[in-house]
């Protein structure tokens, strides 16, 4: 599974992610986090807590239109778009 898709089963299944120091809680519904998927999310760890410090960030629905405004850590470029973050905050 690859970060994008980790993180949008995260958001379909309505796990929520919170930071705490240096580390992220997640809270779920009971039978959402299987074995397999925590040891993906464990694989992952850096990331979705660099995701969860930046505050409101979305899934960029015009990749290609946005490529240049991708930005953060190696595996969310191709998830993140910071226009998009924008657009959500003016919103």
Do not use: N
Not at 12 to 35: H, M, T
Not at 41 to 69: F, K, N, W
Request: net charge positive; glycine share 4%.
């Amino acid at each position: 599974m690859t970060f994008d898709e980790l993180v949008s089963y995260l958001r379909a299944k309505g796990v929520k992610i919170y930071d705490e120091g240096d580390k992220f809680r997640l809270q779920a519904p009971q039978g959402i986090i299987s074995p397999q998927i925590l040891e993906i999310i464990t694989q992952y760890s850096a990331d979705l807590l660099y995701l969860v410090r930046l505050g409101d960030v979305r899934v960029c629905p015009e990749r290609t239109a946005h490529r240049d405004s991708w930005r953060y850590s190696q595996a969310a470029h191709a998830f993140v778009c910071k226009m998009c973050r924008k657009e959500e905050k003016a919103a």
